[in-house]
């Protein structure tokens, strides 16, 4: 970062150069504790690598919550989640698991956030919005509105921003996969479920 008395101006590139900011947000993430699976045997990538029934490399032992890098059915790769949502819904999967239950997790991905009057829910697969399209519908400007990612002409994520009681509704355009018309989409005349 640079800056001066007590305050930052930009922050400073590898290559030296600056970018002007008056505010500077750094997200260091979390690095999943994975040294008593390591103690294990465990297959070990980015956490505990889990099937989708939340199985490890031992037959004998799951995971669930964080530092679980589970198969993902849907997305058919691996993917850690670092939210209590996770660890709210793997936690009773792996249990059904250890039953001798069929189990196959495919929650859609979901965290919230409120940050002072903006609150945010966010639900979708993230490695699917590299590429993706995205689409507003609502008013941007009063930070009331639905962001949706569209990758393949699909649905793979949305984000409601001051906008409540719809994110079911947007996990069930996830979930349905259909290919949707943006316009539509970006349409608040058009009622969610009829996307």
Do not use: C
Request: hydrophobic fraction near 45%; aromatic fraction near 8%.
């Amino acid at each position: 970062m640079a800056g001066g008395e007590g305050g930052v101006t930009g922050v400073r590139l590898t290559s030296g150069e600056v970018v002007p900011a008056d505010v500077v947000v750094v997200g260091l993430g979390a690095l999943p504790n994975i040294q008593l699976a390591e103690a294990a045997g465990l297959e070990i990538e980015n956490g505990i690598v889990v099937n989708a029934a939340l199985r490890t490399s031992d037959p004998n032992i799951w995971a669930a919550g964080d530092v679980a890098n589970a198969y993902h059915p849907v997305l058919k790769q691996r993917l850690r989640s670092e939210h209590w949502a996770n660890a709210l819904n793997q936690g009773p999967a792996a249990a059904k698991s250890m039953l001798g239950k069929t189990v196959s997790y495919d929650e859609i991905p979901y965290f919230y956030s409120d940050q002072f009057d903006l609150g945010m829910e966010y639900s979708g697969y993230a490695p699917l919005t590299h590429d993706a399209t995205v689409v507003f519908r609502g008013d941007v400007a009063a930070r009331e509105f639905i962001a949706f990612w569209v990758h393949g002409g699909r649905v793979v994520a949305g984000m409601n921003v001051n906008v409540w009681d719809v994110n079911d509704a947007v996990q069930g355009i996830i979930r349905r996969a259909n290919v949707v018309d943006l316009a539509r989409l970006a349409d608040p005349a058009v009622p969610l479920d009829q996307i």
